[in-house]
């Protein structure tokens, strides 16, 4: 516009055509101006209209930008909040969460038939009998002091009792906070339905009522279990399996395979009423982990309850046995982690055998028959009874048993472990031993009643009898053992132990050393490594093959040689070189010579402190957290301790140990593993800790590197012998009084001597031939409490390697005058210890 202004002002006459022209243009223009100023001005109100129309948006954007802006700090704000309470109840209030607790229990309701239908569950009268139980025994417990932790029971099994009626398998289900986990222990919760029946019982019987139904109060059984023992034995589970054995002696095959996702399934057995069950286990391939991850658990029952189980096996089975039930049913229970696990076996229906047998016997002492076990050669079932009357032909005869792996022994105050025997009217407990024993009954006429006392399914047992003269039980010649053997009498005081209980070689006086002339010399005295004669004539030929015994060294081809000692000596002695090879053992390489001059005298009991590296197989081995026992290295993957360390349930649990290794002080240890698996002896005796070793796999070896450090003992040789008086070195973290409370940090070390079996006896009486001691007459060289399991370490000479002699065991009290420390003795085990680790 401004423009076109400009140019109007200008111009000549020639120009006015041009400008009229432009004047009717000019005035279109104008009309044009007037046109578009118009549509300013319109523009311009509806601008301005907008504009304030756009200021009230912006004003109203402005407030739902804040009303956004809070939601978004409120929701933030709640985020926040639910964060911090689920930190708080993780960490503060976990305690205070439910969770549930199972338990599994049975008993039994007698005057109701027993009808196959029951084996259904999706049976109509299993249904209606499983309603009626149920209800009755939630309408209990909704009614008692746990009613608002009371969550419900499941019946899962009716099975016919060998008593008559119907045996009732069930579960019972609480909720529970878990700081009030205590008020539904196992023990509350089966006083609640026992307690119920007791009100009930009249005229001294068992039998009582929960609200109308007839129940035994002493077939009531109740325990906790663990809610996979619970998902995996429910109705509708994929992995449960029910089988029935109707007729008898017939195979019903098991088979259970394994994929690499693992497996943790049961297998429910039962068989015709008036019948048990026996189970033969064919094979079994899993890893051997102390049942952790891998197990075949076996229950006299239809639930896994703790107090009905008959076996449990945690290793692998090569070599085919049998257990038998108490009645006609059993639950296998199996635990197969990743890998390929398999178990192949059968079960079948057996009649129950009446173990009562009348024996004439016969009048030669040569001839004999044989007795055994119930169900032999099956494991011994957990209730099991048998008598047995025999007859000698006259009065002067009585009866022997001879017994392949069992003893008898005068029974005390406390009860049968191992079978429970009445012998004419004398009681007696039963033993399992690794020798042979003979019992001989000094009577014409005998009754021998035997009765099962074991929880749990134990090995069979065998006994030869024979009748043999009561005036002269042993032939002429012979002298008569502890153990009722009979052994040659020139055999009596000759080092080796024939009569299985050392019977015959204590209490004897020195040999005499016949060291001048031809006369041959006492066994004792030849090639034992010492020079007994002036002239060395008892060291001669040591490396001569001889007849082999226990007091011979046996070479890997299976010869003997008369050295006793020869194994790992650094000098060569079999043809076959085998007593020098795996000798990578025993010589510690001390690292630093440092003690602590502030407390020279901290004592195990009367010990010094150990240095770095001076007992490099030494373990501490911690229980929770905490030390308990010690322990050996014996190779890169196996240690070796007391198996009174194990021997409670608690303590048998391999997770819940650390081995603590390549340690002087506590708490700075050179490596820490985990524990695979613990193998407690077979034949461990708690009460008199006889058989007291026990074995611990590493989940992983030791690195090599730390070898300085760290490295196995050498084990004995089953020939290995030291003279009395021999010094040798037990170590520990143990107390160093009787009466101490707190345990020195620095690995201790005393001195000790070996004492002779006889002296050893004289002190404590009833020591096995796999026990020694050691100590000093002044009692200030001994272990103590926290010691167990750790070695005995002795040298065979000046500067040689060192040997495991012992294991910390027992002993009256710590540092008692006369009363030395009692040690198992390692040379007896070796067959043991190469068969499980060897494997």
């Not at 009808?115 to 008692?144: C, G, K, L, T, W």
């Not at 009249?202 to 906790?224: E, H, T």
């Not at 031809?518 to 060291?539: F, W």
Request: proline residues 5%; hydrophobic residues 35%.
């Amino acid at each position: 516009m401004e423009t076109a202004r400009e140019e109007s002002g200008s111009g000549s006459e020639d120009d006015a055509s041009t400008v009229r022209e432009d004047s009717a243009s000019v005035a279109d223009v104008s009309v044009e101006v007037a046109t578009v100023d118009a549509m300013l001005n319109k523009l311009c109100r509806k601008y301005n209209r907008h504009r304030k129309k756009t200021k009230k948006l912006k004003k109203w954007k402005r407030l739902e930008n804040l009303q956004h802006l809070v939601l978004i700090i409120t929701a933030v704000v709640f985020v926040v909040v639910i964060i911090m309470w689920s930190l708080l109840w993780y960490f503060t209030f976990r305690r205070e969460s439910n969770s549930g607790v199972y338990f599994a229990g049975m008993f039994r309701v007698p005057n109701v038939e027993f009808i196959p239908e029951y084996r259904h569950a999706d049976s109509s009268e299993f249904v209606s009998m499983a309603n009626q139980i149920q209800h009755v025994v939630s309408s209990v417990y909704r009614s008692s002091s746990v009613s608002k932790l009371y969550k419900h029971t499941v019946i899962s099994d009716l099975s016919n009792s060998d008593k008559g009626g119907v045996l009732v398998h069930f579960w019972m289900i609480f909720v529970v906070p878990r700081l009030k986990a205590p008020t539904v222990c196992e023990e509350c919760v089966s006083a609640i339905l026992k307690d119920s029946v007791l009100t009930s019982l009249k005229n001294r019987s068992s039998v009582g009522f929960l609200l109308g139904l007839p129940v035994d109060i002493d077939s009531i059984l109740i325990n906790v279990a663990l809610r996979s023992d619970y998902t995996s034995t429910a109705t509708g589970s994929e992995c449960v399996d029910k089988l029935y054995a109707g007729l008898p002696d017939v195979m019903v095959p098991l088979n259970v395979f394994s994929s690499w996702g693992g497996l943790s399934c049961t297998i429910k057995l039962t068989s015709a009423p008036g019948s048990i069950i026996r189970l033969t286990v064919s094979s079994l391939s899993i890893e051997p982990t102390d049942c952790i991850y891998d197990a075949l658990t076996v229950y006299d029952a239809l639930l896994p309850m703790r107090v009905k189980i008959l076996h449990r096996q945690c290793e692998s089975v090569r070599v085919p046995f049998s257990l038998v039930s108490t009645s006609n049913v059993m639950l296998l229970s199996f635990r197969l982690a990743q890998g390929n696990k398999s178990f192949r076996g059968f079960f079948q229906a057996i009649t129950e055998q009446e173990c009562v047998s009348v024996i004439g016997m016969p009048a030669s002492p040569t001839e004999a028959g044989e007795i055994t076990s119930p169900f032999y050669p099956s494991l011994l079932p957990s209730v099991c009874s048998c008598t047995w009357k025999l007859q000698t032909p006259n009065s002067a005869l009585g009866v022997a048993l001879k017994f392949q792996n069992y003893i008898l022994s005068p029974k005390d105050l406390t009860p049968c472990e191992h079978g429970w025997w009445k012998v004419n009217e004398v009681l007696y407990c039963g033993t399992y031993v690794s020798h042979m024993t003979v019992f001989r009954i000094p009577e014409r006429s005998v009754e021998v009643v035997f009765r099962c006392s074991s929880r749990s399914a134990e090995q069979p047992f065998s006994a030869t009898y024979s009748i043999y003269n009561t005036s002269q039980p042993c032939p002429e010649g012979h002298f008569l053992c502890s153990t009722g053997l009979c052994v040659e009498k020139e055999r009596r005081c000759d080092g080796l132990d024939d009569c299985q209980d050392e019977s015959d070689e204590v209490f004897c006086s020195n040999p005499i050393k016949n060291c001048v002339g031809s006369s041959p010399l006492h066994p004792l005295y030849i090639c034992n490594g010492e020079k007994d004669c002036p002239n060395g004539r008892d060291e001669i030929n040591c490396t001569q093959e001889t007849s082999c015994s226990g007091i011979r060294y046996q070479c890997r081809s299976g010869a003997c040689i008369l050295k006793k000692n020869a194994k790992c000596d650094g000098v060569p002695d079999c043809l076959d070189h085998s007593d020098e090879k795996d000798c990578a053992c025993g010589q510690p390489s001390l690292v630093k010579r440092v003690i602590d001059s502030t407390h020279p005298k901290e004592r195990v009991v009367g010990g010094v402190n150990s240095v770095e590296g001076e007992w490099p197989w030494q373990v501490s081995l911690h229980f929770s957290g905490s030390l308990y026992c010690g322990a050996s290295v014996i190779t890169s993957e196996w240690l070796v301790s007391a198996a009174h360390c194990f021997s409670r349930e608690r303590l048998s649990d391999a997770r819940q140990w650390m081995a603590h290794m390549g340690m002087l002080t506590q708490g700075s240890a050179k490596h820490v593993a985990e524990i695979q698996r613990i193998v407690v002896h077979e034949y461990y005796n708690a009460r008199n800790f006889d058989y007291d070793i026990a074995l611990l796999q590493l989940k992983k070896a030791w690195p090599s590197i730390l070898t300085p450090y760290i490295q196995p003992i050498c084990l004995p040789a089953a020939s290995q012998s030291f003279s009395d008086g021999h010094r040798c070195w037990v170590t520990g973290w143990g107390y160093r009084a009787e009466q101490d409370k707190v345990l020195p940090s620095v690995l201790q070390k005393a001195k000790v001597s070996l004492m002779s079996q006889s002296e050893c006896k004289r002190t404590y009486g009833p020591v096995s031939p796999r026990m020694l001691c050691a100590g000093v007459s002044s009692g200030e060289q001994d272990a103590c409490r926290g010691d167990s399991g750790g070695p005995l370490s002795c040298q065979l000479s000046e500067g040689g390697r060192w040997f495991l002699t012992g294991i910390v065991s027992w002993g009256s009290g710590c540092g008692r005058p006369n009363f030395p420390g009692v040690y198992t003795r390692v040379a007896k085990f070796i067959s043991w210890i190469n068969n499980h680790t060897n494997n």
